[in-house]
């Protein structure tokens, strides 16, 4: 009985505890350790009950997930994010992944949200399974791109589009949201790059990291797409000379 008592004393101490150093650390309430230990250092939460952050019309919003759920999504992710080394997420400013699902920005429906400035990467579980792997990667792009805007200029960026091509004022303003590799790319991998550039560069970025939907051929006959990889290529290359695509 003394021992159920311990046990019982430090679980009513502890885990509050836990919660209310982890929103010190990253500002989202209702959250606790899923996996602490991983080989580059990330440090995986999940959500215990739904919660919300942000300002007026640009709250972030998810609900917490079934343990079993998120059980059968981690090796996925665990194994994308794995492809990033420890020193490279230093760089970059990534150190925390919550894991969570129903994410949406102001209402509107999202695979993740990324925050440099909290090296923070909110991964909604239950995003479409056709492209959940690639859209980690594209989550983790904005993260690189936030934290390395000089080396990634979108006035460079738009020089490589047909002059009449023209992006759209945001990437929900746009009504481009299709995320398959397309037929006739014309400089661009699928719908959802023609939104924005910066979305445009998070999608080849995507499908630079992973083997399926190989675009290598896709940019032999097409010279904007080769220009934009080869400038997402030497500008990661600046940021870790050692780091590897396509693992």
């Known amino acids: ?35 602490n230990k991983s080989s580059n250092d990330l440090k995986y939460l999940m959500a ?28 996925i992710i665990q194994k994308n994010l794995n492809k990033y080394s420890s020193k490279f997420l230093k760089k970059i400013n990534l150190k925390y992944i919550v894991l969570c699902e129903g994410l949406s920005i102001a209402g509107i429906s999202s695979a993740g949200v990324p925050n440099n400035e909290m090296k923070t990467l909110i991964i909604d579980i239950k995003f479409s399974n056709d492209h959940f792997e690639r859209v980690i990667h594209h989550e983790v792009f904005h993260i690189i ?56 560069m998070a999608e080849i970025f995507s499908f630079l990291m992973i083997k399926k939907g190989n675009i290598q051929n896709k940019t032999i006959k097409d010279s ?17 000379d050692q780091f590897n695509f396509n693992l």
């Open 48 to 75: 215990t009950k739904p919660f919300q952050v942000g300002i007026r019309n640009n709250n972030v919003t998810c609900f917490n997930s079934k343990i079993k759920d998120i059980d059968k999504k981690f090796e």
């Open 224 to 240: 904007i797409l080769t220009n934009k990889i080869s400038f997402i290529k030497k500008n990661i290359l600046k940021i870790d």
């Open 1 to 35: 009985m003394k021992f159920f008592k311990i046990i019982l004393l430090f679980l009513i101490i502890v885990l509050p505890a836990n919660a209310n150093t982890i929103y010190n650390l990253i500002k989202i309430p209702n959250l606790k350790i899923y996996e």
């Open 145 to 200: 791109n936030d934290s390395y805007k000089n080396y990634f200029m979108e006035s460079t960026w738009e020089s490589y589009n047909d002059p009449e091509f023209k992006y759209s004022e945001c990437s929900t303003c746009s009504e481009r949201f299709g995320l398959s590799l397309i037929e006739q790319t014309n400089g661009f991998l699928t719908e959802y790059s023609m939104s924005t550039a910066s979305e445009d």
